[in-house]
């Protein structure tokens, strides 16, 4: 990827990893409201999938600045996949009564 100014806020890569996350987080609460699971997991498949999908952001990000070949971790891809998966989780609420 070429070097993008820090200035620069929507970028292709932060749209790359806010559509990623985004799919991720959309998939993920259709499928864990889908479950099989006690009521109380179900009614919190939001929470989980937030939890979820935010942490593992944050382990690629992590596992990138420890890596060493030739990837580096950026805290600005990490927001980037937060934001991605919020945006796919309020897109999820908003249509509920659609999917469930």
């Known amino acids: 990827m070429p070097d993008t100014p820090h200035w620069e806020l929507l970028s292709f890569d932060t749209a790359a990893h806010a559509f990623v996350f985004w799919v991720l987080a959309v998939l993920a609460v259709f499928s864990a409201g889908r479950q099989r699971w006690s009521a109380w997991l179900r009614a919190r498949a939001f929470q989980c ?6 942490a593992m952001g ?23 996949d937060s934001l ?17």
């Open 58 to 80: 944050a382990g690629i990000e992590f596992l990138q600045m420890g890596m060493d070949l030739g990837r580096h971790g950026e805290w600005s891809d990490m927001l980037s």
């Open 84 to 100: 991605g998966v919020v945006l796919g989780l309020l897109l999820m609420w908003a249509t509920k009564r659609f999917w469930q």
């Open 49 to 54: 999938v937030l939890l979820g999908t935010v």
